[in-house]
């Protein structure tokens, strides 16, 4: 079916072509590195021609594989890009002061308009090839108004002012091809990842993301755009022809150029929008054109097959993880192996693929609690844990020596000292709250001693002994009921005491008098509380004897 459409092309549109699939050449050849960074040194300049020496000097620049170019190798280079058409021989004159100079000036190149948009294509490509582009889908929103406004703009008394006209056309098609390019390459994207096979179960999470919650947004906002678009256009159509006789009535642009006009070598190529094709395609984007389907059913259909893709995946997956994945491949290619291979191969083979040893009596039991019938299949019972010398070299026998007790030593270390400075902290605190006794208006404590304070009072006030204070203490408990007044009480004795730290804490309590602590943590306020601290009467009495005994030693 191709043969007779190309035989039907006019010859000079087949030479034309021809010469135009022949400017990618330069990205097929075995020096495609080389030569993409020849044609980068002249994208990056405007209306300039180099010569060899310039462009050797901006490779070095560069850096990259075409460093270790020389001059003669980079003049094939160059010449071959001009066969191919990327590059174009320049006129301009050569002015020279040498022979030599003139011999390295004579050639100079620049770029062709076919090679400049090759090249500029081709580093898009390798510079976003792999990544998910963001559809522009704010960017409908923007061609609905900029539309509804040049109707409204069509429909009034004398029509559109012809240059607001032409600006409202020129952005809303750049507006709607960046869109439309956008949603083109999402979904180009989206195929490529949805023909993969070999999804693991993160990537399939992440791409089921993707599709159920951001293509179905893209879906719904084109949905609901689409309509009112497609309405606008309905209304603004029948208006379409006189409005863009006007815009060239008023700018005729590159075409209105003297010299360009009626000159079938030199081609113009107008603006987005300023041609009824360039409409029409709009058009059929929104809409169905002469029974074929808008772009907009196409993109219902191309999310259908997406989710379709992937539940084919996600089936893949369920019966990959459930040990019913087809192995059909597989054991079609061990066939083969198996027709190929010499007897004793064969059952190497057949071992190796599925592990039918001779049969071996292990007679290792179960666990005592798993209860196993004598008819269940090997296959479908208990896996019975095979001991690593049986498992490994068929042995029952105990090999090496026993391995050693493990040396709790320096966990017992690292306890006894910490146990250690935990003692001496406790020790440091009942010296700071003796030191203290008496003056703990005038002094901050430390968070130890505080902490110790605290401690000492908890057990002293747990400790305390009550007493019925005030009107009907003598006369025992009813006396207080019958003159209706609440029985008070005091505290009679309130004492803590720890031996082994030396130190013993006495709370009396005070009407009006109050007791602040100061420390590190903040202030405790006590009222009518009284805090003494003394030595505890053991230490005391230990403090004694030894005197005494050291006395009498003496």
């Given at each position: ?8 092309l ?8 021809w010469?135009?699939?022949?400017a990618?050449?330069?990205?097929s ?16 300049t405007?209306l ?6 310039d ?6 620049e560069s850096?990259?594989?075409?460093v ?9 280079r160059?010449?071959?890009?001009v ?14 002061s040498s022979i030599t100079?003139y011999?390295?000036s004579?050639?100079?190149?620049q ?5 400049e948009?090759i090249?500029r294509?081709a ?13 522009s889908s704010?960017?409908l929103a923007?061609?609905e108004r ?22 409202r056309?020129s ?9 439309a ?14 023909a993969?096979?070999d999804?693991?179960?993160?990537e399939?999470q992440?791409?089921k993301?993707?599709?159920?919650d951001?293509?179905?947004a ?9 309509p009112r678009?497609?309405?606008?256009l309905?209304?603004?159509w029948?208006h379409l022809?006189g ?11 590159l ?14 190529q ?5 041609e009824?094709a360039?409409?029409?395609g709009?058009r059929?984007?929104f809409t ?8 907009v059913?196409?993109?219902r259909?191309?999310t ?7 539940l ?6 369920l019966r ?9 491949k597989?054991l ?20 190796a693929?599925f592990?039918l040893?001779g049969?071996?009596?292990l ?5 005592s609690d798993e209860a196993?019938p004598?008819y269940?299949?090997w ?6 844990e095979?001991p690593v010398a ?9 090999r090496g020596?026993?391995?050693?007790m ?10 006894q000292?910490a ?5 001496e ?5 009942a010296?700071?709250?003796r030191s203290?006794?008496?003056?703990f208006a ?10 110790l ?5 908890a057990?002293?006030?747990g ?6 204070t005030g009107?009907?203490a ?10 209706g007044?609440?029985?008070?009480f005091g505290?009679?004795?309130a004492q803590?005491?720890?031996?082994e730290l030396?130190i013993?804490l ?5 009407s009006?008098?109050g ?8 202030d ?7 805090l003494?601290i ?7 009495l ?10 009498s030693?003496?």
């Amino acid at each position: 079916m191709g043969a007779p459409a190309q035989q039907s092309l006019p010859e000079t549109q087949r030479d034309d072509t021809w010469q135009r699939l022949n400017a990618y050449a330069y990205l097929s050849a075995p020096e495609r590195l080389e030569y993409v960074a020849v044609m980068r040194v002249f994208c990056s300049t405007l209306l300039a021609d180099l010569a060899v020496p310039d462009v050797l000097a901006k490779l070095a620049e560069s850096g990259g594989p075409t460093v270790a170019l020389d001059a003669e190798t980079l003049t094939a280079r160059l010449e071959r890009l001009v066969h191919w058409g990327a590059l174009l021989r320049s006129s301009h004159s050569v002015k020279a002061s040498s022979i030599t100079e003139y011999q390295r000036s004579r050639s100079r190149y620049q770029l062709s308009k076919l090679g400049e948009r090759i090249q500029r294509d081709a580093d898009e490509v390798l510079a976003g090839a792999d990544a998910a582009r963001e559809v522009s889908s704010e960017l409908l929103a923007l061609v609905e108004r900029g539309l509804r406004e040049l109707n409204d703009a069509v429909q009034r008394p004398g029509g559109a002012e012809p240059q607001d006209a032409l600006e409202r056309v020129s952005t809303l098609f750049v507006q709607f091809t960046e869109f439309a390019d956008s949603v083109r390459d999402f979904y180009a994207y989206l195929g490529q990842v949805l023909a993969r096979y070999d999804l693991d179960s993160a990537e399939y999470q992440g791409f089921k993301e993707l599709l159920l919650d951001y293509v179905e947004a893209i879906r719904e906002d084109v949905a609901f755009r689409a309509p009112r678009i497609a309405s606008v256009l309905e209304l603004l159509w029948p208006h379409l022809p006189g409005l863009l006789e006007r815009l060239d009535a008023h700018a005729r642009g590159l075409s209105g150029v003297p010299g360009t006009g009626g000159q079938p070598e030199v081609r113009v190529q107008r603006s987005r929008g300023r041609e009824k094709a360039d409409w029409e395609g709009l058009r059929g984007w929104f809409t169905d054109v002469d029974g074929q389907a808008s772009q907009v059913d196409q993109l219902r259909d191309a999310t259908m097959r997406a989710l379709q893709s992937l539940l084919t995946n996600a089936k893949r997956m369920l019966r990959s993880a459930s040990g019913e994945l087809s192995r059909r491949k597989d054991l079609l290619r061990l066939a083969r192996w198996f027709d190929e291979a010499a007897p004793e191969d064969a059952h190497d083979i057949a071992v190796a693929a599925f592990g039918l040893y001779g049969a071996r009596h292990l007679g290792v039991p179960p666990a005592s609690d798993e209860a196993v019938p004598a008819y269940t299949s090997w296959w479908n019972g208990p896996v019975v844990e095979v001991p690593v010398a049986l498992r490994e070299r068929g042995s029952r026998a105990q090999r090496g020596r026993a391995s050693a007790m493990e040396d709790h030593s320096a966990q017992k270390r690292h306890l006894q000292e910490a146990a250690r400075a935990q003692a001496e902290s406790r020790r440091a605190a009942a010296d700071e709250l003796r030191s203290a006794a008496g003056r703990f208006a005038d002094v901050r404590l430390s968070s130890a001693a505080l902490g110790l304070l605290l401690e000492l009072l908890a057990t002293a006030l747990g400790n305390a002994r009550l007493r019925r204070t005030g009107p009907g203490a003598e006369a025992g408990a009813g006396a207080g009921d019958l003159d209706g007044a609440a029985p008070e009480f005091g505290l009679e004795s309130a004492q803590s005491a720890d031996a082994e730290l030396g130190i013993q804490l006495t709370v009396r309590r005070s009407s009006g008098a109050g007791t602040v602590l100061h420390s590190a943590d903040g202030d405790l306020v006590l009222d009518d509380l009284e805090l003494e601290i003394g030595r505890a009467a053991e230490a005391t009495l230990g403090a004694e004897a030894e005197a005494e005994a050291e006395v009498s030693v003496s």
